[in-house]
């Protein structure tokens, strides 16, 4: 019965931790960029899109599929960033705990 309230305890633990985490994340942002920079986007790292920034040579009205394209593409690369973000403060949360191969938080 002592193990079961341990485990209580620790999981109220993590569970406070998790929800600082989690308000952590959205003020930590994270850069994209695309086209060799010349397109970047900020977002948080829940994936909020902050800013855009586009470099003015790229605002040529003919080649306006490439600017969308390279804005996707930014998108994306900061999404990863943001993914990646996430994935290292879960790790740094639930390091030390007994959870089985392959269970990840949150769930």
């Known amino acids: 019965m002592r193990d079961l309230m341990g485990i209580m ?3 109220q633990a ?3 931790k998790m929800a600082g985490v989690q308000a952590e994340l959205d003020t930590v ?3 994209g960029a695309s086209g ?3 397109v970047r986007v900020s977002m948080t790292a829940k994936g909020q899109l902050r800013r855009i920034n586009i470099d003015p040579a790229l605002m040529v009205a003919d080649e306006r599929e490439i600017l969308e394209d390279l804005i996707v593409a930014a998108c994306n ?3 990863g960033k943001a993914e990646h973000v996430m994935q ?3 790790a740094e ?3 030390g705990l007994p959870l089985p ?3 990840k938080l949150p769930f």
């Open 93 to 95: 949360l639930t390091k």
């Open 14 to 16: 993590m569970q406070e």
């Open 88 to 90: 290292e403060r879960m």
């Open 101 to 103: 191969p392959g269970m």
């Open 9 to 11: 305890k620790q999981a």
């Open 29 to 31: 942002e994270v850069e």
């Open 77 to 79: 690369d900061a999404r």
């Open 36 to 38: 060799g920079g010349s």
